[in-house]
């Protein structure tokens, strides 16, 4: 059955034979002052990433979120100025100022990623309470993901968060039971995959894709297994080909169920509005 947002949809697209924009058009002027405070957003979710791949919130939660950034060779603190998204990175050249030691460019490409993540945000859904907290949810999803890739491991902590800033959205659709549906299939996907193939998911996948369910709704979560799947699958074979191994090889999951998500969010409407016309 169709979720009563998809049913109303439908019936403006029936009346008007034209789609429907979830926003109007913002002006570069906004785009661009969410393209920067995206980049904010990279900057802390990709040294918080790092902290949690490193062990460091373990070791002392409160010491790993507050602290200031410095150089990973010499471990002096980086200047103000010098953190500032991409342009610090830039002025630098990529070097620490005290010692010269390199600095990973993977500081920039995560500010560039988060900062074009928020414009889409923005341009998709304009500037509100629910898009800021939505793309807030992306960049929860998309730390998880960084943390896998550096460590094969999905902490609680940001599965937890995950949840409690999903919990307004949930609220706000008005449909408990879909989204208490959600949860109960992509735990059930996983787990049995999981009796199935021994070894092919952590636990931590589990318990990232049940969160994902409870946030995304029953219909929307179809949407994120099928592009995780399918991405997760050829991304998996393209790497056994290349590294000449086998296709019972390991790799982090939790960045295609991100991909899966952030698809979901921006354009889930639409793909399933294309399923649901398919079957009418």
């Known amino acids: 059955m169709l979720s009563r947002e998809l049913q ?3 019936i403006i697209l029936d009346e008007t034979h034209t789609p429907v924009s979830l926003s109007r058009m913002t002006s570069l002027w906004t785009l661009s002052i969410s393209f920067i405070a995206g980049a904010c957003a990279g900057s802390f979710f990709y ?4 902290r949690y791949a490193a062990g460091e919130i373990k070791e002392n939660p409160w010491k790993a979120l507050f602290s200031r950034s410095s150089c990973p060779s010499c471990k002096n603190p980086i200047p103000p100025l010098l953190l500032i998204p991409i342009i610090g990175y830039v002025i630098t050249r990529g070097r620490c100022g005290h010692c010269a030691g390199k600095i990973s460019i993977h ?7 988060y900062g074009l993540l928020a414009a889409l945000f923005c341009g998709k859904m304009g500037i509100t309470v629910i898009s800021t907290l939505l793309f807030l949810i992306a960049c929860i999803a998309l730390c998880i993901a960084m943390v896998d890739i550096s460590s094969l491991f999905i902490p609680d902590s940001l599965v937890i968060a995950f949840t409690l800033f999903s919990i307004y959205p949930v609220i ?3 449909d408990i039971a879909d989204h208490g549906l959600g949860i109960l299939v992509m735990a059930a996907v996983f787990g049995l995959v999981l009796v199935i193939f021994p070894g092919s998911f952590g636990f931590g996948d589990v318990k990232f894709a049940s969160a994902i369910g409870f946030f995304s709704g029953l219909e929307h979560s179809l949407v994120v297994l099928e592009v995780a799947l399918i991405s997760g699958a050829l991304f998996g074979v393209a790497y056994a080909a290349v590294k000449k191994t086998g296709l019972r090889v390991k790799i982090p999951f ?6 899966g998500l952030i698809v979901s969010m921006l354009w889930g409407r639409e793909i399933l509005l ?3 016309r398919m079957l009418l």
């Open 8 to 10: 109303a949809y439908l």
């Open 47 to 50: 040294t918080l990433a790092r």
């Open 107 to 113: 500081y920039p490409l995560a500010e560039i990623a």
């Open 172 to 174: 706000l659709s008005g």
């Open 254 to 259: 939790a960045p295609f169920l991100s991909l």
């Open 274 to 276: 294309i399923y649901f």
